[in-house]
């Protein structure tokens, strides 16, 4: 299984951009997808996140500015971010916690991450 991102890029603070990531490949049941950012000098911190049974997770410094959504057919996720601030640059990663067909153990996949940086 792989995940896909898209979107990303340059954006001046108070824009707006959307990030895509899509899981494809011997997949039979996925749980969490989410996303993670990395910014050099610090930790990598969960931004927000999805599942079945819990819905929406987002962390404190994006909600209300960021939104997750997900469409379970066809294993994808977008995060709809606004009012970006320069804080908010970084590499941003999908994550997803998934099964494979006739597995029984659910195994964490990450995408290649794409840079979103907030500048004027």
């Keep these: ?17 959307e ?11 996925v749980d969490l997808m989410g996303w993670y950012r990395y ?8 931004v ?5 049974a819990d819905g929406a997770n987002y962390a404190d410094a994006v909600k209300g500015r960021f939104t997750i959504s997900r469409d379970y057919a066809k294993n994808t996720v977008v995060l709809q971010m606004h009012n970006l601030k320069p ?7 999908c994550s997803a916690l998934l099964r494979h067909s006739g597995g ?5 996949y990450w995408g290649q ?5 907030v500048s004027s």
């Design 104 to 108: 029984r153990h659910w195994h964490r």
């Design 39 to 46: 910014d050099p000098g610090k930790e990598r911190e969960l």
């Design 87 to 93: 804080e908010d640059t970084a590499v941003y990663y």
């Design 1 to 17: 299984a792989q995940l896909v991102e898209s979107g990303g890029g340059l954006v001046q603070p108070g824009g707006s951009l």
């Design 113 to 117: 991450g794409t840079q979103v940086t």
């Design 19 to 29: 990030l895509s990531c899509a899981a494809s490949g011997d997949i039979d049941d």
């Design 48 to 52: 927000a996140t999805t599942t079945k």
